[in-house]
C-alpha cells in the first residue's frame, strides 16, 4: 500500500483558519442571518497549466516529462455568511481519476511515451475562500472575489500498463501533499429568496514531488499543477 505524505501546515494558515473560524461562530446574527447557511451543488471544470522538471533517476533519457490532462467532477460546497458583504466557503470535489500522459521522446527504448497515459491518480481537495460580495444583499446579481487555502491530497496512484512498460516493470507512485494559496472571481444570481445560482473561475496553487519506483530504483521530478477550474452551480439557503 502507497504512503501518503502530509506536510505540516504553516503556523500562519493554521491561525487564519483558526481566525475564520472564530468569526463564524461569533457572527450568528449578521444581516440575512434568518437563512445563514447554504449547501452548493454543481459541476467542476479543472483545467490543468501543468509544468514538471524532467525525470531524473538511472536509465532515464533526457527530456523525459509529462503532462496532467484536464478533468470534470462534481462540486459540493457548505457556505456560512457573516454579513451583508462576507461570507465562508467550505469547497469539495468528487476526487476524479485524473490522467497523466508523457511528453518528450516519442519512444523509450520501443516502447511509445509521447502522448501516451502513463499513470492515473485521484486527488481530494478542499478548499477555504473567505470571500467578500460586490453590491447591496438585495441585488439579483452580485459578483464577489475571494482567497483562501487549499490542501490536496492523492489517492488511488496508479502506473498505467504503458507505464510500467516505460519504467521497466511494476511502477509504485508516491505523490506528496500540498499546501497552497486559492484565488477565485465569480458571479452570484439571485433566483428566488433561497435559491441562488453560481459561476466562477478560480485559480489554485498544487504542487507535488513525484517519486516513482520500479525494481527498486527510484525516478523523481516535481509537478506544479496550476489548475484552473469553472464551477457553475446552484445554492440552498436555510
Known sequence: MNKVTYPRLPASLGILIVLLGAATAARPAAAGASNPNELRLGAYFVFYHSSASDLSGPYVPAGVNLKVRNVQTLYAAYVRRLSSRFNLEFAFGWPPVTKTEGRGPATLG?????????????????????????????????????????????????????????????????????????????????????????????????????????????????????????????????
Open 110 to 238: 520501443s516502447v511509445p511515451y509521447n502522448g501516451v497515459v502513463i499513470s492515473t491518480a485521484r486527488w481530494l481537495s478542499p478548499t477555504v475562500l473567505l470571500n467578500y460580495e460586490f453590491l447591496g444583499e438585495h441585488s439579483r446579481l452580485r459578483p464577489y472575489i475571494g482567497v483562501g487555502v487549499n490542501y490536496t491530497t492523492f489517492i488511488d496512484r496508479n502506473s498505467t500498463a504503458a507505464g510500467d512498460a516505460a519504467s521497466g516493470g511494476p511502477t509504485r507512485l508516491s505523490l506528496s501533499a500540498s499546501v497552497g494559496t486559492a484565488v477565485t472571481v465569480g458571479l452570484a444570481y439571485r433566483i428566488a429568496s433561497r435559491w441562488h445560482a453560481y459561476a466562477s473561475y478560480s485559480y489554485s496553487q498544487i504542487k507535488s514531488n513525484l517519486r516513482a519506483q520500479t525494481a527498486g530504483e527510484v525516478r523523481t521530478t516535481t509537478i506544479d499543477f496550476r489548475p484552473q477550474a469553472l464551477v457553475i452551480s446552484v445554492g440552498y439557503s436555510f
